[in-house]
């Protein structure tokens, strides 16, 4: 299926070509067809000479009813502009432009209506300069047309004159769509889905059925989607007055809601997690309409200043459109193009979408819409000191809206904030579900080299650096990220960054080198003071090594080696059971002075047992 938009003048007959092409009537309300004017949206579809399904959003061309024009249009990937060969390219003919143009809606065929009453060429030749200036576009001419440079030929958007009332021209404004649609992108399927509201209705017994036109992605019956934050489940869909278990983008359809009340046109069904709902964006003003033509975008200052005659013409308050939302927003300049809107409530983005910005109080005379605002960041950071704006804009005004743009702005991203983002994160995480900035990330590891070295040296008994005061050094949000910082030679040891080998001091360490060798020797004659003393080793420096692991403490003063009391138990399990101290101490060739705490330490950790005031075993 496809789906298009009509666009054009009021009163030029866009509904009457709906009605000639489907059969269907697209005016839904009787006071639509008594006056003969479309004030909402009306739906109506066909069979194209290919086979295909075409399904028409026909939309409003009042001036007063612009709003709804751009609900219909908003989520649509093409239109069939429409202008009477009688009177030519009017004031809503530009409007809608200049709206499409906002848009990005860039693939149109231009259907010339009522070229029974005036010759269509005049107004071929004046949509032509128009749309062309716009950058609107369609399928590749049809090579016979494109070397004669025929009437149908618009710079690459195909021209029909059509009469709704004789019929004149349908059969070949049917093949101009077939070949319109062809040309059209590929949706994926696999996108996460984004369903503008457009229309809502209840049906006895099933309860809230809500409509739009699905751009990608697909819906199945029995999903679960959000909508306005709250899950709601799908219980059935409908696609073209057909019952479907799941439609794939781009379609309309209706969809069946579990478990909500009526929502208002505007809101959007989304799959949880894979948008980011937010009230605060920051943009790039791409101006159109009456801004363009003033010759100035918003002006390259922030902050403050002068500002240029082109930013004072952009009004503090807008209304911000996307798909069929329309939502009140504030204006901040940050500088250069750069833009803050603060929407009246909260929208599901991703970065690179476009919102359409409207003066609602503009005169009617002149064009509403004013600019493109494409997204750049749906997480700005407060910007409360003195520059701060001028400089975040100067950093988003080269901006691409894609994953690496939005690490390079927020530097540290978790898989599930990227991916709301952006829809995809993309890439290999750095630690766990973080993302980082490549240039950010190993600006991290450098610093963390010289933080660790630099509380080596402030404490030169300690092995190495708390992970948790590395993480408070650099500010970062999760403790595993250091470990991930860490490089060769450093290492990780019991949550600690150790700098040296043994996480000593040389000193330190040759002197504990030399207390092993002898204990090496002798593993249970631990040393007394006197000879630890001329080892230099006090008790800081005892502590010191037992921190790193290169001396195993048994109580105050007596130090053996890693493992000593393991090979205690070892022969002491050899002993007849019970055993006494003496016999323990002849066992392990060693003074009371050792065996007394080492067999406590045994006790303690569950290898040995009192029997009484004399005797122990083994467990």
């Known amino acids: 299926m496809h789906v298009v938009a009509t666009a054009g003048h009021v009163d030029h007959g866009k509904s009457t070509l709906v009605r000639a092409l489907t059969g269907m009537e697209p005016d839904r309300l009787a006071e639509e067809r008594r006056r003969g004017l ?18 028409f959003v026909d939309v409003p061309g009042h001036e007063r009813f612009l709003g709804t024009m751009l609900a219909g249009v908003g989520p649509v990937p093409a239109v069939m502009f429409v202008v009477a060969a009688d009177e030519g390219w009017m004031p809503q003919s530009e409007e809608h432009l200049v709206a499409l143009e906002a848009l990005g809606v860039r693939h149109c065929l231009l259907a010339v209506t009522r070229a029974d009453l005036a010759d269509p060429a005049p107004a071929i030749d004046q949509a032509r300069t128009r749309l062309s200036a716009a950058g609107l576009g369609g399928v590749v001419l049809h090579p016979a047309r494109a070397a004669a440079g025929g009437p149908n030929g618009l710079g690459g958007v195909e021209a029909v004159g059509v009469s709704g009332r004789t019929g ?11 070949r319109l649609v062809a040309g059209l992108p590929a949706p ?40 306005g934050g709250e899950p709601v489940r799908v219980r059935a869909l409908e696609s073209l007055g057909e019952p479907l278990a799941s439609v794939t983008g781009v379609a309309r359809v209706a969809v069946n809601l579990r478990g909500r009340g009526l929502p208002e046109r505007g809101r959007a069904l989304v799959t949880p997690g894979r948008w980011a709902s937010t009230d605060l964006v920051d943009v790039r003003i791409s101006p159109v309409g009456a801004l363009r033509d003033s010759d100035h975008g918003p002006a390259d200052r922030g902050d403050g200043g002068k500002h240029g005659e082109g930013e004072r013409r952009l009004p503090r308050r807008l209304t911000a459109h996307i798909g069929s939302a329309a939502v009140a927003c504030e204006v901040r300049r940050l500088g250069g193009h750069i833009v803050r809107l603060r929407l009246a409530r909260p929208l599901p983005l991703h970065l690179g979408d476009v919102l359409l910005l409207r003066d609602p109080g503009r005169d009617r005379a002149e064009v509403r819409v004013l600019a493109r605002a494409g997204v750049l960041d749906v997480r700005p950071p407060e910007l409360e000191r003195r520059g701060a704006a001028r400089a975040h804009a100067a950093r988003l005004e080269p901006a691409a809206p894609d994953a690496a743009s939005a690490l390079r702005t927020h530097r540290l991203l978790r898989a599930a904030d990227l991916t709301a983002m952006v829809g995809a994160p993309g890439g290999q995480p750095v630690c766990g579900d973080w993302y980082a900035d490549p240039e950010h990330w190993a600006e991290l590891a450098r610093r963390l080299a010289e933080v660790a070295l630099r509380y080596a040296a402030e404490h030169p008994l300690e092995p190495g650096m708390p992970v948790e005061a590395a993480r408070h050094e650099l500010d970062l949000p999760d403790r595993r990220l250091v470990g991930a910082l860490v490089r060769p030679p450093f290492t990780v040891a019991e949550g600690r960054i150790l700098t040296r080998p043994t996480g000593l001091p040389v000193p330190v360490a040759r002197a504990v080198e030399r207390l092993r060798a002898e204990l090496s020797a002798h593993p249970f004659q631990a040393p007394e003071a ?23 403490r048994v109580t105050e003063g007596v130090v053996l080696l890693p493992g000593a009391d393991a090979r205690a138990a070892e022969l002491l399990r050899r002993l007849p059971q019970p055993f006494t101290v003496s016999q323990a101490r002849r066992a392990l060739d060693t003074s009371r002075r050792v065996a007394v705490p080492l067999l406590e330490h045994l006790d303690r950790n569950g290898v040995t047992e009192r029997m009484d005031e004399v005797l122990r075993r083994c467990r």
Not at 38 to 52: D, F, K, N, R
């Open 530 to 552: 006197g000879r630890l003393a001329q080892l230099g080793l006090g008790t800081r420096e005892l502590a010191a090594a037992v921190r790193a692991g290169r001396l195993l």
């Open 188 to 227: 994926d399927p696999a996108a996460p889905v984004r369903l503008w509201i457009d229309r809502v209705f209840t049906v006895t017994g099933s309860g809230t059925v809500v409509t739009g036109t699905l751009p990608e992605g697909t819906i199945s019956v029995g999903d679960e989607l959000a909508l």
């Open 168 to 178: 004149q021209g349908l059969g070949e404004l049917r093949e101009a769509l077939d």
């Open 38 to 55: 479309t004030i909402e949206l009306g739906y109506a579809w066909t069979v194209l000479p290919s086979g295909g399904r075409l399904a």
